[in-house]
């Protein structure tokens, strides 16, 4: 008889695939402290769910933590921040697990907050909602919209609302309302002690001020938040589309950077140079809230070639469908984001830079997308009461590539990486810290400029023994 484990058929490699896997997952089930063993909201390596449950949407990050756990109640987060620091276990904190980069990962233990109870409770006076900090944009939107209410958000519906309003958080209203952080009312915070605290300007005013704008990961697990809220409101848009021509994107370039300087807050615009499989568009998209007329703001683009032009409008909440990415965050694949603040109008070497890189793309025909989008700051961005440093900025720029074959992952990484690196000194040194990005240099300085040597002093002070710390975060010293 045959010995199976010198079997060539695939099901005989399956099983001895199957077995290393098995003793693998022992070996990581057994450096587990018996206090956070057979937890009911633990997923542990032995679990059918748990191949699923360790990835997150950029699938370029692949790891394998010792478990998994889901808390549906604050006393649970406690428990485990308490056993975190007992035990002097590493960890990461996921929300939506929507981020680019493995903050929210870890090979040891992740703390998710998706399972935490499910809260959206309207204040009596509608000015305000407190939510669940494990919820998504998505379900946010469409709960307040039954209400005929709004907020601050993104536009991705499956972005967890915990990392995109602690760390700024952009979109549609962002001219008109500020970035999701300025609005943030208060919160509850569970400390490195395991403690729930409240945080607002009367309690812990300087955690108020931190994790309005750095406050993803930094200080503590954010278990509440609560938001402004503002009435529904109608919502104008129109997006003009022009084929690319490297000529007609510098153009469109120039004339945009110079139009946002003159706008109202209620008129928001972005500006994106879009590749995909070998084939190039250019678009301008202007949102005018509220009924004023919005033509006088298309006029300028208009006169540019010949764009095709899409116009609708509606109440803000019910065109989510238009102007919202409704995918649900269960078809991610290879992905990276880099992003520059705009302190100020890119000179037309930096233009040209800029148009170049999509070049590049279109003479290689990578099997990708490639996206350089402009979101536009100015307005009420200015009187943010929060840490985000860079108030006076007119916008930020966003660099995104997705791809599903992996031979493609080292060149497009190498060359996201330069987009940074060769054009800082044309736009700025300075980044978004929504999209968070491992390759820069000077992190702390680039996501919180003169604010960070505050920030260090608050570290200090609510989290001394550097329990929540990733690779990006702030440190305990300058």
Not at 226 to 239: H, M, V
Not at 346 to 362: A, K, P, R
Not at 427 to 437: A, E, N, R
Request: some cysteine; overall charge positive.
């Amino acid at each position: 008889m045959k010995n199976n484990l010198n079997t060539k058929t695939p099901n005989s490699q399956i099983v001895v695939s199957n077995c290393y896997l098995i003793q693998n997952f022992q070996s990581q089930i057994d450096l587990i402290p018996s206090s956070l063993q057979n937890l009911p909201y633990g997923i542990y390596p032995d679990n059918p769910s748990y191949n699923n449950a360790r990835l997150n949407y950029n699938k370029l990050l692949n790891y394998f933590p010792k478990a998994i756990f889901y808390p549906t109640s604050v006393e649970e987060i406690s428990y485990l921040i308490k056993e975190f620091n007992t035990n002097k276990l590493k960890f990461a904190i996921r929300s939506g697990g929507h981020g680019y980069w493995q903050t929210s990962l870890s090979n040891d233990y992740v703390l998710d907050m998706t399972k935490l109870s499910k809260k959206c409770i309207i204040n009596n006076d509608k000015k305000s909602v407190t939510l669940s900090a494990g919820l998504k944009l998505g379900e946010i939107i469409e709960a307040l919209g039954k209400e005929s209410l709004i907020t601050t958000t993104g536009t991705a519906y499956c972005v967890g609302l915990a990392g995109l309003s602690l760390s700024g958080g952009k979109g549609l209203l962002t001219r008109s309302h500020g970035l999701a952080s300025d609005n943030i009312v208060s919160a509850k915070m569970v400390n490195y002690a395991g403690n729930i605290l409240s945080i607002d300007k009367d309690n812990n005013p300087d955690l108020f001020w931190a994790i309005r704008g750095a406050g993803a990961g930094n200080f503590g697990v954010i278990t509440e938040i609560t938001l402004k809220t503002y009435n529904d409101t109608w919502l104008q848009s129109s997006t003009l589309t022009w084929q690319w021509d490297k000529k007609t994107a510098a153009q469109l370039f120039k004339v945009y950077q110079s139009q946002i300087l003159t706008y109202p807050k209620n008129v928001w615009a972005g500006f994106l140079m879009d590749y995909q499989n070998s084939s190039a568009f250019i678009s301008v998209s202007i949102y005018v809230i509220g009924k004023k007329p919005i033509a006088k703001f298309v006029s300028p683009f208009q006169q540019i070639g010949e764009p095709t032009i899409t116009v609708y409008s509606g109440n803000y909440s019910e065109t989510y469908d238009k102007w919202g990415d409704i995918e649900k965050g269960e078809s991610g694949c290879f992905s990276k984001v880099k992003s520059s603040i705009m302190l100020k109008p890119i000179n037309d070497i930096g233009i040209s830079n800029l148009v170049n890189d999509v070049e590049y793309f279109l003479q290689l025909k990578f099997k990708c997308q490639y996206q350089l989008n402009i979101h536009q700051f100015g307005g009420a961005v200015k009187r943010g009461g929060g840490c985000f440093a860079f108030k006076d900025a007119i916008g930020v720029i966003s660099y995104f590539a997705q791809w599903s074959d992996a031979t493609l992952t080292g060149k497009i990484n190498t060359f996201m990486n330069d987009i940074y690196t060769n054009n800082r000194k044309f736009i700025s040194p300075y980044c978004f810290f929504t999209l968070i990005d491992y390759n820069i240099p000077n992190h702390t300085d680039a996501y919180f400029g003169k604010n960070i040597k505050r920030l260090i002093e608050i570290k200090q002070k609510h989290d001394p023994h550097n329990m929540f710390k990733y690779k990006q975060s702030i440190p305990i010293t300058y």
